[in-house]
């Protein structure tokens, strides 16, 4: 199985992500999960963390919480879409496992110096600052790191927090921009993959036909922040935007896309956050990331059902 470490802001879709992972130890062995804000303070998504481990009968999962904001600038939250937690949905315990004392930019790093080298993946999921920082305090992590795979950004679905940036780029642009260019291998899932990943009544309905409790929080939770995309946007379902990332790392074949290059707005008040993807190739920027644009959602769907049911 590959190495990963999961960057998240829990969040309903980071918490499926981190049960995809979870349900498939053959092709992924969780070194850990690091915590950042980002959906809402850290200390929400550290506890939402531990809820979601603890829910999956994993408590020896080791959780490190994180940077509490951005490297340079104010946070911006989203309780709008996942509720004052960023859990909201089902109602879960207040989870008892233990915080790891060690700095999730610590684990990064230490992590990536004494694993072989090429053989850890990095899975962020929420803004890139932990990622950014480590990358910074250690550069030599970077030629370390098997590849980063992150949901982020957008081409042609553009912005769901402005009308130009996705949300976990636009939170940290500063993070995102010294990831771009960092040079270690990336895949993205931007919305516009994420965005025909909905989570349709029938798909919904798997999950809680399954009659776990598992199963029922993740319907609990899909209820929850689809409201927001089919009252907002008369959308059938929402877009499951972080599982993408897991999912493409057992099941690659489900997805397509191109690599290209791609370059994040920092400066601009009215574009910050962009992520300027060069998707026709109409410059000579060298490629940085492939960057996802299609899904085979049924297949991801059955994916994603079949391994939460083992849970
Ligand atoms: C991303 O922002 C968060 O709200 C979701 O968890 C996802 O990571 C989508 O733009
Ligand atoms: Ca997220």
């Known amino acids: 199985p590959r190495k990963i470490i999961i960057d998240t802001d829990p969040g309903q879709d980071d918490a499926v992500a981190i049960l995809l992972a979870l349900a498939s130890p053959e092709e992924i ?93 990095l899975c962020p999921l929420g803004p890139l600052t932990n990622i950014a920082m480590a990358l910074q305090k250690a550069p030599d992590i970077a030629p370390r790191i098997a590849e980063i795979v992150l949901m982020g950004g957008a081409y042609f679905e553009v912005g769901n927090i402005t009308p130009a940036a996705e949300f976990n780029i636009y939170v940290d642009p500063e993070a995102a921009k010294i990831v771009f260019a960092s040079g270690v291998k990336l895949t993205v899932m931007p919305l516009d993959v994420t965005h025909k990943a909905l989570t349709t009544e029938p798909r919904v309905a798997a ?76 410059t000579d920027r060298a490629p940085n990331a492939m960057f996802i644009g299609e899904v085979d959602a049924d297949g991801f769907f059955k994916l994603l059902t079949d391994r939460i049911a083992r849970l």
């Not at 960023?86 to 004494?114: H, K, S, Y």
């Open 29 to 121: 062995d969780l070194l850990g999960i690091t915590t950042v804000a980002g959906n809402v303070p850290l200390a929400l998504t550290t506890k939402n963390a531990r809820i979601v481990c603890e829910l999956a009968g994993r408590s020896d999962v080791k959780v490190f919480a994180g940077a509490e904001g951005p490297l340079e600038r104010p946070l911006r939250t989203a309780e709008h879409v996942h509720g004052d937690t960023g859990l909201n949905g089902p109602a879960l315990p207040d989870p008892v496992m233990p915080l790891q004392p060690m700095p999730a930019v610590d684990f990064i790093v230490e992590t990536l110096r004494n694993e072989p080298s090429g053989s850890v993946t």
């Open 207 to 282: 999950f809680r036909d399954m009659g776990t409790p598992v199963g029922r929080a993740v319907a609990e939770w899909t209820d929850f922040f689809e409201r927001f995309d089919m009252e907002k946007y008369d959308s059938p379902g929402a877009p499951l935007h972080d599982p993408c990332v897991i999912a493409w790392l057992i099941r690659p074949e489900l997805f397509s896309g191109r690599f290209i290059n791609v370059e994040i707005e920092t400066e601009s008040a009215l574009t910050r956050g962009m992520t300027v993807a060069d998707w026709w190739r109409v």
